[in-house]
């Protein structure tokens, strides 16, 4: 493992206590690994653990940990003991390859790690065998305080190396591999073989079950999907965008932040009523509408408008960086716009170029107009690909909003093909070509007839993004890029893709509190709650069974560490920023107890959900800030992701992907025992829930 202050069986620290401090402080965890050695043969006999906490099985013999073997001589087992168990007492025990019993404890008084040092020096391990026989192995014991930077190295080591890691149990980063002996779930925790038996329809308030968020419709380029015009098929595809920030009308006297919103401006919005509003899910945006028509495009607006005081839905990312422009950048850069290129009309059609150029103007002008009552970064949604145009961009920007320009470049005819093919099943533009073959052939004219027109960006600040699709390789060029804002914008840019992949989320198990109606607090599941773990395992394991690389995310705290526990054959990873809302003086109390002895707090709660910060705790603005690096982190996966996490927590996180409101996330439902499965995609994002449990 990495660095970390170390403590063996002997009782001798490799590392001083100032390091060991600044680990704690870092969130370290204590990392333990087991050995034992015997040399006389007992193969069908195979050595365990168990203690005092749930990962190793709670002094439940039928719950300890196997060790595996590393040898022929010797046996192994690692976990990371819960930071929140400062002591740990263990017992080795043996147990038949095959059933349960018999079951031998070793002699001996428990052996007790506390705060990372062995108490005691029993370094043999002796097992009284039923003909008198005493066995005895020798004992290794080592206690690491790991930071979870070395467990994610350590997993990525694993990855690398493809060695089955033997790290077991609940640390940051962990691996369970499928026994031999498959799954032990009981049968009231099995699942029918349909996964579709368990499908349930999404909570009104939501609206969004069925519903395809218009996110970012085709990988490359994105504007295309707005066009309807003929032409032939290029070589190379190119767009660019821009976006506007306001961190003015963020950042609130109160400190915290007010507002923040992002929109999305298609010219062609304003003349093609089959448009939806584009949502880039990414940054946040205006509301997704089915239709947008000239006026349910401004109503649409307005809506977002009337948020300006508040912070849409999950931009924490971008929200956190615009308050810190507003503290630290310069302050002419009020707005900043993201402009798309790729023209859509042939150069030689004035006619064409006219209303063209009239339509980019109107958008340009709701969207200043939009900024002006607190839109803070809009994308500009169009082609733009030649200079005239981006002149006129710009002239009509000085003084109202800072222009970066985002092209992206493929040269990967595979991936434009795709595009291409995706963009006539899905788009609207295509919905009334029931030809397949004659909507490709004007699509590739559309394409050529860019290509003649195009001139790569080279005025301005701009952000170009080459052959970066695929996630291999790819180029990324900044020009005249400054200030906290954009540079976080190009850091989102890097991270986020189109690569569909599912993102499964879900609440823990019941918890023992969640039955006594208490908040907060790290109690372990309820009956019930173990039931649905057993489900979730089952669920995870027939719907992600081809997901090689998929993997779980849990908070540290028990009950969604519980949660995972039965999932076995993906990486586990503990984010402390999955942890549910700080409930501080109030944590562990049931809300009648809080409207009993402190009900200003209540009150105050009840009237801003959304900012109210429990004394010593969080509001569930804090909860959104401290998201953007699992919301960076999601963006950034390619493959399959299961969150388990806690309420308030995922009605943040669904809220991002999903685009909901920021008002509304402290009330979005997310119910116990049901899964949200967001499918991420090309074709934007789309919703199903899974009800479990009855
Ligand atoms: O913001 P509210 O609606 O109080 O919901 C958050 C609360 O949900 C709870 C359950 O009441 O979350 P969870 O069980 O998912 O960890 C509390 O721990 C938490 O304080």
Same mark, same amino acid.
């Given at each position: 493992?990495?660095?970390?202050?170390?403590r063996?069986?002997?009782?001798?620290?490799h590392?001083?206590?100032?390091?060991?401090?600044?680990?704690? /402080?870092?969130?370290g965890?204590?990392?333990?690994?087991?050995?034992?050695?015997?040399?006389?043969?007992?193969?069908?006999?195979i050595?365990?653990?168990?203690?005092?906490?749930? =990962?190793?099985?709670?002094?439940?013999?039928?719950? *300890? #940990?196997s060790?595996?073997?590393?040898?022929?001589s010797?046996?192994?087992?690692?976990f990371?003991?819960?930071?929140n168990?400062?002591t740990?007492?263990?017992k080795?025990?043996?147990?038949?390859?095959?059933?349960?019993?018999?079951?031998?404890v070793?002699?001996?008084?428990?052996?007790?790690?506390?705060?990372g040092? #062995?108490q005691?020096?029993?370094?043999l391990?002796?097992?009284?065998l039923?003909?008198e026989?005493?066995l005895e192995?020798?004992?290794?014991?080592k206690?690491?305080?790991?930071?979870?930077f070395?467990?994610?190295a350590s997993?990525?080591?694993?990855q690398?190396?493809l060695r089955p890691s033997?790290?077991?149990?609940?640390?940051?980063?962990?691996? &369970?591999?499928?026994?031999?002996t498959?799954?032990?779930?009981?049968?009231?925790?099995?699942?029918?073989?349909?996964?579709?038996h368990?499908?349930?329809?999404?909570?009104?308030?939501?609206?969004n079950?069925?519903l395809?968020? *218009?996110?970012?419709?085709?990988?490359?380029?994105?504007?295309?999907?707005?066009?309807?015009?003929?032409?032939?098929?290029?070589?190379?595809?190119?767009e660019?965008?821009?976006?506007?920030p306001d961190?003015?009308?963020?950042?609130?006297?109160?400190?915290?932040?007010?507002?923040?919103s992002?929109?999305?401006f298609s010219?062609?919005?304003?003349q093609?009523?089959?448009?939806? #509003?584009?949502?880039?899910?990414?940054?946040?945006?205006?509301?997704?509408?089915?239709?947008?028509?000239a006026?349910?495009?401004?109503?649409?607006?307005?809506?977002?408008?009337?948020?300006?005081?508040?912070?849409?839905?999950?931009?924490?990312?971008?929200a956190?960086?615009?308050?810190a422009?507003q503290?630290?950048?310069p302050k002419?850069?009020?707005?900043?716009?993201?402009?798309?290129?790729?023209?859509?009309?042939r150069a030689?059609?004035?006619?064409g170029?006219?209303?063209?150029?009239?339509?980019a103007?109107?958008?340009?002008?709701?969207m200043t107009a939009?900024?002006?009552?607190?839109?803070?970064?809009?994308?500009?949604?169009?082609?733009?690909?030649?200079?005239?145009?981006?002149?006129? =961009?710009?002239?009509?920007?000085?003084?109202?909003?800072?222009i970066?320009?985002?092209?992206?470049?493929?040269?990967?005819e595979?991936?434009?093909?795709?595009?291409i093919?995706?963009?006539? /099943?899905?788009?609207?533009?295509y919905?009334?070509?029931p030809?397949?073959?004659?909507?490709?052939?004007?699509?590739?004219?559309?394409?050529?007839?860019y290509e003649?027109?195009?001139?790569p960006?080279?005025?301005?600040?701009?952000?170009?993004?080459i052959?970066?699709?695929?996630g291999?390789?790819?180029q990324?060029?900044?020009? &005249?890029?400054?200030?906290?804002?954009?540079?976080?914008?190009?850091?989102?840019?890097?991270?986020?893709?189109l690569?569909?992949?599912?993102?499964?989320?879900?609440?823990?198990?019941e918890s023992?509190? &969640?039955?006594?109606?208490?908040?907060?607090?790290d109690?372990?599941?309820?009956?019930?709650?173990?039931?649905y773990a057993?489900?979730?395992?089952?669920?995870?394991?027939?719907?992600l069974?081809?997901?090689?690389?998929?993997?779980?995310?849990?908070?540290?705290?028990?009950r969604?560490?519980?949660?995972?526990?039965?999932?076995?054959?993906?990486p586990?990873?503990?984010w402390? *920023?999955l942890?549910?809302?700080?409930?501080?003086?109030?944590?562990?109390?049931?809300?009648?107890?809080?409207k009993? &002895?402190?009900?200003?707090?209540?009150e105050?709660r009840?009237?801003?959900k959304?900012?109210?910060r429990?004394?010593?705790?969080?509001?569930?603005?804090?909860v959104? /800030?401290r #998201?953007?690096?699992?919301i960076?982190? =999601?963006?950034? /996966?390619?493959?399959?992701?299961?969150v388990?996490s806690?309420q308030?927590?995922?009605?943040?996180l669904?809220?991002?992907?999903a685009?909901r409101?920021?008002?509304?996330?402290?009330?979005?439902?997310?119910?116990?025992?049901t899964?949200?499965?967001i499918?991420?995609?090309?074709?934007?994002?789309?919703?199903?829930?899974?009800?479990l449990?009855?």
């Amino acid at each position: 493992m990495g660095a970390g202050a170390s403590r063996n069986a002997e009782g001798g620290s490799h590392g001083g206590e100032e390091r060991e401090e600044s680990l704690d /402080q870092a969130g370290g965890q204590l990392y333990v690994s087991l050995k034992m050695e015997n040399y006389k043969k007992k193969g069908d006999i195979i050595p365990h653990v168990y203690g005092s906490v749930p =990962l190793v099985g709670s002094w439940d013999s039928s719950k *300890a #940990l196997s060790m595996e073997r590393e040898s022929a001589s010797m046996w192994e087992l690692s976990f990371v003991v819960p930071p929140n168990h400062e002591t740990l007492d263990f017992k080795f025990l043996l147990k038949p390859k095959y059933g349960y019993t018999p079951c031998i404890v070793e002699e001996g008084p428990n052996r007790l790690l506390t705060g990372g040092t #062995l108490q005691g020096d029993a370094r043999l391990a002796l097992f009284k065998l039923d003909n008198e026989e005493v066995l005895e192995y020798r004992v290794f014991i080592k206690a690491d305080k790991v930071s979870p930077f070395d467990l994610a190295a350590s997993w990525r080591a694993y990855q690398d190396n493809l060695r089955p890691s033997t790290v077991r149990g609940i640390p940051d980063v962990s691996i &369970n591999a499928v026994p031999e002996t498959g799954r032990e779930n009981g049968s009231s925790a099995s699942l029918e073989l349909d996964l579709e038996h368990y499908v349930v329809p999404a909570p009104s308030i939501s609206a969004n079950s069925g519903l395809v968020y *218009a996110a970012n419709l085709a990988e490359n380029p994105r504007s295309l999907v707005i066009t309807g015009v003929s032409v032939d098929r290029p070589a190379t595809i190119k767009e660019m965008e821009i976006v506007i920030p306001d961190p003015s009308k963020i950042y609130s006297g109160s400190g915290m932040v007010e507002s923040k919103s992002v929109g999305t401006f298609s010219p062609l919005q304003k003349q093609d009523s089959h448009r939806g #509003l584009f949502v880039d899910r990414g940054v946040g945006s205006p509301r997704l509408v089915k239709s947008a028509s000239a006026t349910t495009f401004s109503f649409d607006l307005k809506l977002d408008s009337e948020t300006k005081n508040s912070m849409p839905a999950a931009a924490g990312a971008v929200a956190a960086a615009a308050v810190a422009d507003q503290m630290l950048g310069p302050k002419e850069d009020r707005h900043l716009a993201i402009v798309l290129t790729a023209d859509f009309f042939r150069a030689d059609n004035p006619e064409g170029m006219e209303a063209r150029n009239e339509v980019a103007a109107l958008a340009m002008d709701d969207m200043t107009a939009w900024m002006q009552e607190g839109g803070q970064v809009g994308i500009f949604d169009a082609t733009n690909s030649s200079r005239s145009r981006r002149n006129m =961009l710009m002239k009509m920007a000085e003084g109202k909003c800072k222009i970066i320009f985002l092209e992206t470049i493929c040269n990967d005819e595979r991936i434009i093909e795709r595009n291409i093919r995706l963009k006539i /099943q899905q788009s609207p533009d295509y919905a009334e070509e029931p030809d397949f073959e004659a909507g490709l052939r004007d699509f590739r004219n559309r394409l050529a007839n860019y290509e003649k027109v195009y001139e790569p960006v080279e005025e301005g600040s701009y952000i170009k993004m080459i052959d970066m699709v695929s996630g291999h390789g790819g180029q990324i060029q900044v020009n &005249n890029i400054s200030g906290y804002l954009p540079g976080r914008i190009v850091f989102f840019l890097v991270n986020t893709h189109l690569t569909p992949r599912p993102i499964l989320l879900t609440r823990h198990g019941e918890s023992r509190h &969640n039955v006594r109606g208490r908040i907060g607090g790290d109690s372990v599941l309820s009956d019930t709650g173990e039931i649905y773990a057993k489900k979730l395992a089952n669920f995870v394991e027939k719907r992600l069974k081809s997901e090689r690389a998929a993997s779980i995310w849990t908070s540290t705290l028990q009950r969604t560490i519980l949660t995972a526990s039965p999932i076995l054959g993906f990486p586990k990873i503990q984010w402390r *920023a999955l942890d549910e809302i700080n409930a501080g003086v109030c944590d562990g109390m049931t809300y009648e107890e809080i409207k009993k &002895n402190m009900l200003e707090e209540y009150e105050s709660r009840k009237k801003d959900k959304l900012r109210y910060r429990y004394p010593r705790g969080e509001s569930y603005l804090d909860v959104i /800030q401290r #998201l953007e690096p699992v919301i960076i982190e =999601l963006e950034r /996966q390619r493959a399959p992701v299961v969150v388990i996490s806690h309420q308030a927590v995922l009605r943040a996180l669904y809220a991002y992907f999903a685009d909901r409101p920021l008002k509304e996330i402290p009330h979005i439902e997310v119910p116990l025992h049901t899964i949200i499965e967001i499918q991420m995609g090309v074709t934007g994002v789309q919703e199903k829930r899974y009800k479990l449990m009855d």
